[in-house]
């Protein structure tokens, strides 16, 4: 069987093209070997299954596994204690029955005991006695046992699932305390972390006291993947599929854009092995695991729907405050303390769309930042603009024999921009004159070409927009005027920039209030660099 890229369910080695997670394992190890009850909770499609899945065989020597998913049950499993009782114990029978003869036949003294109760008592079933028969069977086992749920914000709004969270945290402490036989670790896997999860029964003020889960070890483990992560898999790949590829260049493409976030790194390589070498413009996959080959995977991915970027737009819906914040940084540059007591941020941030970035709230990858500007220059109220209307007009003349002519953009929009905004006041042009450039830009590279912005430079005073058209890179300092001498500064910081692009000519875009000033678009030549500016 041919392996391949995979982005849903469990990834297995045998079929599909994984990164090496030895390192992670070895990690969450450690916590298992001391015992620790803990949470993975990470952003959807992060990898969480495929990790339990391996730790579970890693773990198989030394200890006795029980991997269980609550999806397995079904919502009407957690309608009262006694129905959850005796699911769970249906169930864990059931997983039970996969472990080895020789296991089976040390514990068959519990599991009997569990099967009669089932039977005998099941009107009398509760979590009290599921859990006693929990300690019978563990200081049964001829290995220390771990528990392993998935999916576990299936239970996230049963007040059943905080019992039995409690009735852990209760013989967790008698473990220490008086030598009770139970669990020798458990782990949850989810996207909330329990603490946030939602409660019917009682209010959130109540738990935030004493939450029956208290008792968890911190979950910081980074499971993400590095550049040296992708590089290893796409080894393997190129091997085994005969590619002639630049591993480390690719690595490094795709590392940039994504940030190592799991879905989106296995998407762009999915697309690209399957899709991207099946295009006429390429025709080869040799040619699809190029710099044109990723960008022509990123547009793609920017322009599919799936179940991640509905959760984004979802989470904005959710939380208007999220939306103004991501709004004002993209577009603006303004800087917005990361304030872990603000539930959209912490929402934002447990679901992988946002990082704390030295203290101050950052988009999680280049992605989710394009689809976001994507978004908000798709909406209604801006493709009304005139802006938007004179860019959709003038398309056709800054495209020719296939070739973006960014002189040509620049040319037009600063004649678009002076008649319609030209009298506009300084706080108009520092909030919006940024966005109306890409408001404009927009519609001409639609379908062909990307752009992005780079966050390192994107602030109050500069942002640099990175524009991939055909396998052609464009680089365009966006500015404040601030005085002659800050200029010649910006003018040198675009040539470092061009230097680490490779490229001979670069753009900018002065956004001028001085009433001297003279609009209008010319070249300046420095060194072996050739820089086109626009001023408006």
């Known amino acids: 069987m041919k392996k391949r890229f995979n982005i849903t369910g469990v990834c297995v080695p045998s079929k599909h093209y994984m990164v090496d997670i030895s390192r992670q394992l070895e990690q969450i190890r450690d916590l298992v070997d001391d015992g620790a009850y803990f949470t993975i909770n990470k952003a959807r499609q992060y990898g969480k299954t495929t990790t339990l899945n391996a730790l579970a065989k890693d773990l198989a020597s030394e200890y006795l596994v029980v991997s269980m998913d609550f999806q397995a049950l079904g919502n009407e499993s957690f309608a009262n204690e006694k129905v959850f009782s005796l699911t769970f114990a249906q169930y864990f029978l059931q997983r039970m029955q996969l472990q080895s003869p020789e296991i089976q036949e040390k514990l068959s003294s519990g599991l009997d005991d569990l099967k009669r109760a089932l039977k005998e008592e099941k009107d009398d079933f509760s979590l009290y006695y599921l859990f006693r028969h929990f300690v019978s069977i563990c200081g049964q086992s001829p290995k220390p046992l771990v528990l392993m749920i998935d999916e576990v914000d299936s239970a996230s709004d049963n007040q059943v699932f905080l019992d039995f969270l409690a009735q852990l945290r209760n013989y967790y402490l008698e473990r220490d305390t008086l030598g009770t036989k139970t669990f020798h670790s458990v782990i949850l896997a989810g996207v909330y972390d329990i603490k946030n999860l939602k409660r019917k029964i009682r209010s959130e003020e109540s738990h935030s006291v004493n939450s029956p889960w208290n008792i968890a070890a911190t979950f910081n483990i980074d499971m993400s993947f590095s550049k040296s992560d992708i590089a290893g898999m796409l080894k393997d790949y190129a ?14 493409l795709i590392y940039d854009y994504t940030s190592g976030y799991p879905f989106l790194v296995s998407r762009l390589c999915k697309l690209m092995d399957e899709t991207v070498s099946q295009t006429d413009c390429l025709g080869s996959a040799d040619a699809a695991w190029t710099n044109q080959g990723f960008f022509e995977a990123e547009r793609i991915l920017l322009s599919e729907k799936n179940t991640l970027f509905e959760s984004l737009i979802g989470k904005l819906q959710s939380y208007p405050e999220l939306n103004t914040a991501l709004m004002k940084i993209l577009f603006t540059g303004i800087n917005i303390p990361y304030n872990t007591d603000e539930p959209a941020f912490d929402i934002a941030s447990m679901f992988g769309f946002i990082k704390n970035n030295r203290g101050c709230v950052a988009i999680a990858n280049r992605i989710f930042e394009t689809r976001l500007y994507n978004l908000y220059l798709s909406r209604t109220q801006l493709q009304n603009t005139d802006t ?3 860019s959709q007009r003038d398309r056709n003349q800054f495209v020719i024999d296939g070739h973006l002519n960014m002189r040509r953009i620049l040319e037009k929009f600063v004649v678009h921009f002076h008649d319609l905004y030209g009298n506009s006041g300084e706080t108009f042009i520092e909030n919006d004159g940024r966005k109306y450039f890409l408001l404009y830009l927009r519609p001409i590279i639609n379908g062909t070409g990307n752009y992005y912005v780079e966050a390192q430079t994107r602030n109050l005073s500069r942002t640099d927009v ?10 365009i300092e966006l500015k404040i005027w601030r005085g002659d001498e800050y200029h010649r500064r910006g003018e040198r910081q675009l040539i470092e920039y061009l230097d680490s692009y490779h490229v001979q000519k670069g753009y900018m875009l002065s956004f001028n209030f001085n009433k001297k000033k003279e609009i209008g678009v010319h070249e300046i030549i420095l060194g072996d660099k050739t820089l086109i500016e626009a001023v408006v």
């Open 239 to 252: 091997e085994d599929r005969h590619i002639n590829m630049n591993v480390s260049e690719i690595a490094g």
């Open 388 to 390: 938007f209307s004179s």
């Open 466 to 475: 990175i524009v991939d058209y055909q396998g052609e890179q464009f680089i």
